[in-house]
């Protein structure tokens, strides 16, 4: 049974770290600075720990770093592709040739084949995918080693596959009558290559926000119930909208036997969710919604789906970045709308819309300081590289581990997103 401690893993910080104005080489190799939406986040261990960006391109002024991108840019053409998530800094985005969710970009790796590299700006998973589709002679290249996710590294293998031995061991392998195998595990998009793997060899897929319930739906159809990870959140709300109780979704802890459940608990349980979050999106809460609409009267909340039940329940709208973004594009003029999710997108769509009122729900406003990483002097200097002939922090994919992921990418790639429809999930 879920309990209120369940959905509220830690409390929000008051304050957000001013630290991540600076640029991030200040911080990425500093010991326990949490990768998430303030220094209170305490990161996971092991976490990649690059060296230094070079001195040179820490001491370039955004003339020259930009001089320096546009250049690489035109001498490089068509043998090159920047990929840059919603979440990402302006000043990173505007040099991207496709800006989208975890869901698109996957889909955009794909779409130029004749390019010879791939630069991802985004985080560590998202590259790790896009080198699991890309063409065998394509390279990918994460402009920061440090961007990690908080959030994926809070399940690890080992983890995830004791958990699978213990399922196993109670609920075997064998189909029911109707052909469905005891458990389907689904891995959201935000984990390690490895667990999208996992899922590929055992019969499972991989969701992003966007389609999650579709994801869902496939899994109802092929397995008695589902293993969910990482984020509790997205598949306890997206499983809530679909009918199912709550009291069938237990919490599985992966440092306890049986997860803390009972054996009864896990029998009768549809979604078995992982004891994971986001660090950004559980700083929402409902006194903030609450706020906005005691200061804006009609006003429209829409939150991201990695909010806790809560917040999800207490929101107007709730559904993935790219979700977000359209609800707010088709919005009538002189609309008010308050978003919860990650301020870059909230501040770049309040830019695009000043026929509109778009606000952040959380007024400390603290950005996912992994995704803020991703800094104009990195990009600058793994371009600088390819046009000199050297290829800088390429991420790649042991061959063994990305065609069982690939697997699972694929069938997530065929679970197409439900259209926009104001549902909650």
């Known amino acids: ?70 250049a690489a840019k035109e001498t490089l053409g068509e043998r090159l592709v920047i990929l840059g998530h919603f979440y990402q800094r302006d000043e990173v985005v505007r040099y991207a040739d496709f800006v989208g969710d975890s869901f698109q970009l996957a889909n955009a790796a794909l779409t130029r084949p004749d390019a010879e590299t791939i630069v991802f700006c985004g985080v560590h998973f998202m590259a790790e995918t896009a080198d699991i589709l ?27 596959e004791a958990c699978w031995e213990q399922l196993v061991a109670r609920f075997g392998t064998e189909p029911d009558a109707d052909g469905r195998v005891p458990v389907i595990p689904v891995t959201y998009m935000n984990s390690s290559a490895a667990l999208k793997a996992f899922c590929g060899r055992n019969g499972g897929i991989v969701c992003t926000s966007s389609n999650a319930r579709t994801v869902l739906e496939w899994a109802f159809e092929r397995g008695q119930r589902v293993l969910f990870f990482p984020d509790q959140h997205l598949g306890r709300n997206t499983a809530k909208a679909m009918g199912v109780p709550l009291e069938e979704m237990p919490m599985w802890n992966p440092r306890k036997e049986l997860g803390g459940n009972s054996p009864e608990q896990l029998d009768d349980a549809r979604v078995i969710l992982w004891h994971g979050f986001c660090s950004v999106h559980k700083r929402f809460t409902t006194a903030q919604i609450d706020a906005a609409r005691e200061e804006h009267p009609g006003v429209r909340v829409i939150v991201h789906p990695e909010c806790p039940m809560p917040v999800v329940d207490a929101a107007d709208e709730t559904g993935s970045t790219d979700y977000i973004r359209r609800a707010v594009a088709e919005a009538a003029p002189g609309s008010v709308l308050a978003i919860g999710t990650e301020i870059n997108l909230v501040n770049r769509l309040a830019a695009e819309h000043p026929d509109k009122t778009v606000f952040c729900l959380d007024p400390v406003i603290c950005p996912c300081s992994t995704m803020y990483r991703i800094h104009p002097g990195y990009l600058a200097w793994v371009l600088d590289g390819l046009v000199e002939g050297e290829v800088r922090n390429e991420i790649t994919v042991d061959e063994h581990v990305a065609r069982d992921a690939r697997v699972a990418l694929e069938r997530m790639l065929a679970a197409l997103p439900q259209p926009l429809t104001g549902a909650r999930a």
């Not at 910080?13 to 949490?34: M, Q, R």
């Open 134 to 160: 890309a063409r065998e002679e394509q390279r990918v290249i994460l402009p920061n080693l440090a961007a990690g996710c908080s959030m994926a590294d809070m399940a690890d293998e080992a983890s995830v």
């Open 1 to 70: 049974m879920t309990s209120v401690n369940d959905l509220v893993v830690a409390r929000p910080a008051e304050t957000c770290d001013t630290d991540l104005a600076e640029g991030p080489w200040v911080f990425d190799t500093v010991p326990g600075y949490g990768p998430g939406s303030s220094e209170l986040d305490v990161i996971p261990e092991p976490v990649i720990r690059p060296g230094q960006l070079p001195p040179a391109y820490q001491r370039m002024d955004e003339a020259e770093l930009h001089a320096r991108i546009a």
